[in-house]
Every structure is written in structure tokens, then in C-alpha cells.
């Protein structure tokens, strides 16, 4: 078990490697692409990536959680996985979003939406780097983290809450796996049927 990093690279961020092997990563891509993947909506924009998401989902148009089909059984031990990495409870990671990025695909700046807290990735395919920026007066302070495939990574923290993430424009296909849990926020309006 160990990290990528001696120490993490920002507050809050821990990677690990080779958490999938090569028969179980080109199992998870098949499966991915089987999953009914379409382009990423925002506020009427089509992103090039592809995605969907069980468990929960998060309507970009709308800005707010939306009800998903639940994780399908393919996914559960993937899950689990990924819970053990970051230490959390299989159960609280209730959603699980899959994205293909074909080449000229990328995520551009931004920090995950507040309904959700913990952030769990896990990496097939192409190598990437996640860039994390955050403004420090008028400049941006900067870190690049590499994402290979069958590696993870967790978001917590500063490194989640603060900095904001995104990925290049890929020039070979890579898909992700990323399981969230809800924050108390989320969680409150989960309650509250406001699905925010
Ligand atoms: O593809 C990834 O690993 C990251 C995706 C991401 O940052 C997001 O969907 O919020
Ligand atoms: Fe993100």
C-alpha cells in the first residue's frame, strides 16, 4: 500500500497505484462503454466527454441531485475497493460517475459540486495529469498530480474543498471511475427532497 507520493502533494489528496490489475481494468472499459454513456450537460452546453452516473446523479442544467439507477452489481466490488483505499465506508460512497475521455476530451477548472464530500477516482486507460490550482492574489499557485491507469486517488480536505482540479484535453481515450459521498448539505437536501 503505497502512496505515490513520500508525502501528499496537497492537503488532503492521496494516490495509490496498480488498485485495479490489467485483466480487471479492460473488464471495467468494456463495461464502461456498455453503461450508456452520453456527453457531459451544463447549463445547455454539450461537453466532449462522456458520462453517466448511478446511485445519484447531479443535473447540471438544474444544479441539483437528481435520482440514478442504482450501482449496478459490476460496480460493488470496484466499489469496495475504492473504499478501502480512502478508508471509508463502502455504503457512504452513493455515487459512482463514469466518464470516457476520447482524444480532445477534457474537465476544465472547478471544485465538485458541495452536495458531495469525499471524492474516490480511479484511473483506466491513458496516463493524465490532474492539475490543482489556487489563487494566491493576483497568481494562481499550481500543482500537477499524475493519474496513471489502475491507480486511485482521494480528494479530501484542502486539496478537495479549496483547490480546484481539472484535465487536459486527452490525445488517447481514458475513462474514470469516481465514487462520491454526500456532504451534510447533501445530505440535508437529499432529506428535504430538494435534491440540491
Ligand atoms: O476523470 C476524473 O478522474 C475526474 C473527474 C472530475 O473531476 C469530476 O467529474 O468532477
Ligand atoms: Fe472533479
Redesign the pocket.
Known sequence: MKDLFGTPALPGLRSQSDVVTEAEEAALIDAIDAAGLSPFRFQGWEGK?L?TSFGLGYDFDRMRLEHADPLPPWLLPIRCRAAAFADRPAEDLVQA?L?R?DPGAG?GW?R?RPAFEH?V???LGAP?I?RFRRRRGDRFERVNVP?PPRGA?HLSGESRHVWE???AEMDRT?W?I?FRSLSERGEAATRQGKRD
Open positions: 466527454r458520462t460517475l466518464i475521455y474537465i472547478h465538485d471524492v477516482g480511479i484511473s493524465a490532474m493519474l486517488y482540479h481539472s484535465i481514458r474514470s469516481t
